[in-house]
C-alpha cells in the first residue's frame, strides 16, 4: 500500500501532541506522503478548533517540518474547514495546500446557535430535540443539503467523513441506512460530489475512538461511490500520533473487495491516483 495521510489534528486544535510528532511517527511506519489538516478557524466559539492567532503559527511549524524532512518524506500543510453561513473560505489562504471540507455544526436559525452533528449522543439528542423537533428525517435532510450547497459554492480537495452523522446511530438508534428517505439523500449528495471532482474520503477515526465499527462512509456509499466512479482518499482522521494509520489494512481490503485499485493523493504537488 502507499502509506499516506491528509487528515490530522495536532495540539494546535482538538488533537494531541506536537506536529513534528506525526511526522516521526509516519517516518517510523513508512509513510512517503503525510498532511496536516487543524480545524480551521471559526467564527464562533469553538474549543476544538485552531484559534486565529495561532494559525500563522500552525502554518509556519508545518512549513519547517516540510522543509527540515524534505529528504525522507512529502509533507503537506492543509485544514479541515467547517461550512456554515458566513464561513472563512480557507481554500484561498495563503500556504495551505489542501482542504478537507465537513459540516461539523447546523444553524439554528431561530436561536443563532450552531449544533453540533457528530458530538456525543447527549449533543446529538439536543441537536435533533432542539433543532428539528425531533424529526431525524429533516436532520438528516438539514445535513446533506448543507453538505451539497458546500460542494456547490465553496468545493474542498477532500469531502470529510461523508456520513458522520451516523456516528451516535448505533444499532440504528435513530435512523436506518436501509430508509429511503437517507438513501436519498446520500445519492444526491454524491451526484453533486461526483459533479464537482471531490474526492470522497475513507476515514477510519471513529473506529479508533470508539464510535463506530466501519469506516466513514458505509459500504453501500462506497459501492455506490466505486459505480459513480468517484476517487477516494484513505485517511485516520488521527488525533495522536499514534494512531496515523489505524485500521489501514483492513479499510484497504474493504476499497479492493468492492473494486477500488487506486486512492488519489497528493504527491509530488500533484493530485494522482496511486494503487493500494
Request: net charge negative; with cysteine.
Amino acid at each position: 500500500m502507499f502509506k499516506c495521510n491528509f487528515h490530522a489534528h495536532s495540539r494546535f486544535d482538538d488533537g494531541t501532541e506536537e506536529l513534528e510528532s506525526y511526522i516521526q511517527s509516519a517516518l517510523t511506519n513508512g509513510f512517503r506522503v503525510f498532511g496536516f489538516s487543524g480545524h480551521a478557524p471559526v467564527n464562533f466559539d469553538s474549543n476544538w478548533n485552531i484559534r486565529s492567532e495561532d494559525l500563522e503559527e500552525y502554518t509556519n511549524t508545518a512549513k519547517a517540518l516540510k522543509d527540515k524532512y524534505k529528504d525522507s518524506i512529502e509533507i503537506y500543510v492543509g485544514l479541515e474547514t467547517d461550512f456554515y453561513p458566513g464561513c472563512t473560505d480557507w481554500r484561498k489562504k495563503r500556504g495551505i495546500d489542501y482542504t478537507i471540507g465537513a459540516v461539523h455544526f447546523l444553524k439554528n436559525e431561530e436561536t443563532g446557535q450552531y449544533m453540533p452533528v457528530d458530538g456525543n449522543r447527549q449533543e446529538f439528542e439536543e441537536t435533533l430535540r432542539y433543532g428539528f423537533g425531533g424529526d431525524m428525517e429533516s436532520f438528516i435532510s438539514a445535513y446533506y443539503g448543507k453538505l451539497r450547497e458546500m460542494l456547490l459554492t465553496m468545493p474542498p480537495n477532500i469531502v470529510a467523513h461523508l456520513d458522520v452523522i451516523k456516528k451516535n446511530n448505533e444499532n440504528q438508534a435513530y435512523f436506518s441506512e436501509d430508509d429511503e428517505v437517507y438513501r436519498d439523500e446520500v445519492i444526491k449528495t454524491l451526484e453533486v460530489v461526483s459533479l464537482t471532482h471531490t474526492i470522497v474520503e475513507v476515514n477510519t477515526g471513529g473506529i479508533s475512538r470508539g464510535y463506530v465499527k466501519e469506516p466513514y462512509p458505509s459500504r453501500w456509499i462506497l459501492e455506490s461511490c466505486f459505480d459513480m466512479d468517484i476517487p477516494v482518499i484513505l485517511s485516520s482522521d488521527c488525533h495522536h500520533p499514534d494512531n496515523i494509520d489505524y485500521y489501514f489494512d483492513e479499510a484497504c481490503d474493504l476499497l479492493k473487495s468492492i473494486g477500488f485499485k487506486s486512492q488519489r493523493v497528493l504527491y509530488g504537488d500533484e493530485w494522482r491516483d496511486v494503487a493500494l
